[in-house]
């Protein structure tokens, strides 16, 4: 798949993680993507269900499940997962059981992460086909998403009252070890060879509007200067 | 109190294994500088401990600083002082003699490490350096744990699932989620998964159903005091089988306090040190949540094998 594509769903699973913001819920957003098309579209609803396990992948495989109740077995073989934080070890292991073909994720999941994180569950030795997980679409915004989330619930809560309000931090973001998730060699093949650099220096993929990879070599930028 | 321990497998009353990596029983050994001084000259290196070498203070705790010893019918003070990587030899020199008059500094290797039990705590203590033996931590908190199990309740818990098992209609996988607190079972499920759906595993049916009836319970009768969303909260979850790695961390998720299985799942398990993988998923995200799991080892309480590479 031209990787413009995965640009494109990937925003669209952003819109889905804002729609969570004005229902209290962590901003983790999610789409699922068969034959060119988004099957299901979902956030994570831990609160609102009371229940610790119901992440958006959950909620996904649900309406799937619904939308083809006999066939949902061979469509998620061949559907693409679009998420924008890092699945967790639990949701990896469901989508490992599930076979689902490819995932595409924002940024890491450092405490929880199942795709190379923490352990890399799509990758283990089981009996279950492993699929590949490419991270780092969009890593930014999905950090400033959730670190949005966290700052709008802190200033709701009493004991943050009279304290000094914080600023949302704009421009820090942990680097992205890509080491963890991909080898060199996949990520060129995704990518581009030209890219290389982004992958050896834990660079940001940076993306212009039509979602095409735009990072500049470091020697191209030191002679702009 | 008489403990029914065995330190070296962590099994409690000869039938429930708790599932933890095994301590390690090699030293880790780093290069020391080691000063000898006259007894009268104890104060005077004292001070520049104090002065020069206060933070090796927590890494050293478990060794003695000053050792007695004899050379030339003379009695000696062999002190520790700091890791070589620390500080030259000369740089050390400059720092000592001054105050001190001029001796031998050697080069020692120390146990950075504790050993776990009283034995090895002697052998390494001749063989490196004297070690102070305050008990094990890993003893510690098997003693402590031991008397939170009430081996009575978990064994008719296991027999309550175990009977389920043997009446299923499909799969005989069961799991019930108790309160500790109060000793009720909060829930109960069979392994539903069928060809509507491939993923309803037993752990995952019983925090679906605790949700659900507490998110009944609020709507029929709202509660103002915000009770915590954590409802599994320190909960006790007994199994049949060794759960997959997604039912394991949806427990983490759920934050219980015990998991305790019956059969293990060597393939597919999540929480044993050879299953599966060898995640050991309870205590991967410590940092976070952890709990403790105990694998029966006994031959009372029976359930049906189900196929290796089934996901539990």
Redesign the interface.
């Known amino acids: 798949m031209d990787f413009s594509s995965h640009y494109k769903f990937m925003k669209e699973a952003f819109k889905v993680a804002e729609t969570a913001l004005a229902v209290r819920e962590v901003p983790v957003g999610c789409v699922m993507v068969y034959e060119d098309q988004i099957i299901a579209k979902a956030f994570n609803q831990t609160n609102l269900t009371l229940n610790g396990t119901k992440h958006a992948e959950f909620e996904a495989y649900d309406q799937i499940r619904a939308k083809y109740p006999t066939s949902y077995e061979q469509v998620l073989r061949k559907t693409t997962l679009y998420v924008t934080v890092e699945p967790c070890i639990m949701c990896a292991s469901l989508l490992r059981q599930l076979e689902i073909q490819t995932v595409v994720f924002g940024c890491p999941n450092e405490r929880f992460g199942g795709n190379g994180s923490i352990f890399a569950i799509n990758k283990d030795d089981l009996l279950n086909r492993p699929y590949q997980s490419i991270p780092g679409v969009l890593s930014k915004q999905a950090v400033m998403l959730l670190r949005k989330f966290y700052l709008l619930e802190n200033s709701k809560s009493p004991a943050s009252i009279g304290k000094k309000n914080r600023r949302l931090e704009q421009n820090e973001f942990p680097p992205i070890e890509y080491r963890k998730y991909l080898t060199k060699s996949e990520f060129e093949s995704l990518f581009g060879k030209k890219f290389g650099f982004v992958y050896d220096n834990n660079l940001f993929l940076e993306f212009d509007d039509d979602g095409t990879v735009v990072n500049e070599t470091p020697s191209k930028k030191l002679k702009t200067r | 109190m008489d403990y029914d321990i065995d330190y070296e497998r962590f099994v409690f009353h000869g039938e429930f294994q708790r599932v933890q990596p095994q301590t390690s029983v090699e030293p880790l050994l780093v290069d020391h500088w080691v000063v000898w001084v006259l007894p009268k000259q104890s104060p005077v290196v004292n001070n520049i401990i104090k002065n020069e070498f206060k933070d090796t203070a927590a890494s050293l705790r478990h060794l003695k600083r000053f050792v007695k010893t004899q050379s030339e019918e003379k009695d000696w003070l062999r002190v520790l002082l700091c890791s070589c990587e620390l500080i030259s030899k000369t740089d050390l020199e400059n720092i000592l003699f001054g105050p001190l008059e001029k001796n031998t500094i050697e080069r020692v290797k120390i146990p950075l490490n504790k050993p776990f039990d009283k034995d090895l705590n002697t052998q390494w203590s001749s063989k490196y350096w004297p070690i102070v033996w305050k008990g094990n931590p890993m003893i510690q908190e098997l003693n402590e744990t031991y008397k939170r199990f009430d081996k009575t309740k978990i064994t008719n818990y296991l027999r309550t699932i175990s009977n389920m098992a043997k009446t299923a209609e499909s799969l005989p996988i069961v799991t019930i989620f108790v309160d500790p607190e109060t000793d009720r079972i909060m829930a109960s499920q069979y392994d539903k998964r069928g060809?509507?759906?491939?993923?309803k595993h037993s752990i995952?049916n019983c925090?679906?159903q605790i949700?659900s009836d507490?998110?009944k319970r609020?709507k029929q009768e709202p509660d103002p005091s915000k009770p915590t969303?954590?409802?599994?909260l320190n909960y006790h979850v007994y199994t049949t089988h060794e759960p997959?790695?997604?039912c394991a961390?949806?427990l983490?998720?759920?934050?219980i306090s015990r998991l305790v299985y019956l059969n293990e799942s060597k393939?597919?398990g999540?929480i044993g040190i050879e299953s599966?993988?060898g995640?050991m998923?309870h205590l991967?995200?410590s940092?976070?949540w952890k709990y403790e799991s105990f694998r029966y080892i006994g031959t009372d309480v029976t359930v049906p094998e189900v196929g290796e590479?089934i996901?539990i």
């Open positions: 060809p509507a759906d491939k993923m995952m925090i679906d949700a507490e998110l609020r969303n954590y409802l599994c997959c790695t997604m961390m949806a983490l998720h759920s934050r393939k597919t999540a599966g993988n995640h998923i991967s995200c940092l976070n590479n996901n």
